[in-house]
């Protein structure tokens, strides 16, 4: 493997650790239980530029990284206006509370059934 892509990968890699929430020790069990062959202190040396490993261990690094990454939840996203749903005017409102209303008041007299 051509030494700038080696130094891409690892340092794109390690960029990716550090905007996540999660430490090495997380990245190598992730890496050890896909069949890596290194011990956590050799990935964080290849993290760090220390050393170099061979391409399929920097692959299975990369896939722990990416893993770990897609199991992280998304954040909320701000609506946009035709995402909103529309408002209701006073009138509407007025008249939809009485429906309201009765539709609580007969869940709560209903009896209870074996679903419940």
Known sequence: MDRSK???QRQG???AIHAAPFTV???????FSSAGDVDEYEVDAYLSGMIVLP???????AHAVN???DEIPAL???PYQND???????????????EQA?????????PATAID
């Open 84 to 98: 909103l749903p529309p408002q209701q005017t006073p009138e509407q409102t007025r008249e939809q509370a009485p």
């Open 6 to 8: 080696e130094d891409h």
């Open 76 to 78: 909320p996203r701000a």
């Open 25 to 31: 020790q997380e990245v190598w069990l992730r890496y």
């Open 13 to 15: 890699t390690a960029a």
């Open 55 to 61: 391409p399929v261990e920097c692959d299975l690094i």
């Open 67 to 69: 893993e770990l990454i």
């Open 102 to 110: 009765a539709q609580q008041a007969a869940q709560q007299t209903r």
